[in-house]
Nanobody, 126 residues
Framework: QVRLVESGGGSVQAGGSLRLSCAVSGRTFSRQAMGWFRQAPGKEREFVAGISWSGSSAGYADSVSGRSTISRDNAQNTMYLQMSSLKPEDTAVYLC???????????????????WGQGTQVTVSS
């Protein structure tokens, strides 16, 4: 049974920082791309950041670029998202995902991810 569990969310004031974690169990994903998405109430799920299996390449949505860093520790089967200078518009449920379809590089396309976590809530107040 594959399982992805996010943690690290919470409530912060604008300008604050959070570090999200995504722990993967059930199988290893050292050769597959991973990513972070978010979904705010009443809005569609949107890409936040993606990372290659080696961690050597990554990409970000324009909305978080320069404020966020995605990383992974394949030995620990864990991925991270460090977010800083948080804004109220960053408020959402953040979900991590694994792509079995992408073995090189990373992807921003949700349909290319086939394993998803339940999400962790991030709330940023002004």
């Amino acid at each position: 049974q594959v399982r992805l569990v996010e943690s690290g969310g919470g409530s912060v004031q604008a300008g604050g920082s959070l570090r999200l974690s995504c722990a993967v169990s059930g199988r290893t994903f050292s050769r597959q791309a991973m990513g972070w998405f978010r979904q705010a109430p009443g809005k569609e799920r949107e890409f936040v950041a993606g990372i290659s299996w080696s961690g050597s390449s990554a990409g970000y949505a324009d909305s978080v670029s320069g404020r966020s860093t995605i990383s992974r520790d394949n030995a620990q089967n864990t991925m991270y998202l460090q977010m800083s200078s948080l804004k109220p518009e960053d408020t959402a449920v953040y979900l991590c995902a694994v792509s079995s379809a992408v073995s090189t590089g990373w992807t921003r396309l949700a349909y290319e991810y086939n394993y998803w976590g339940q999400g962790t809530q991030v709330t940023v107040s002004s």
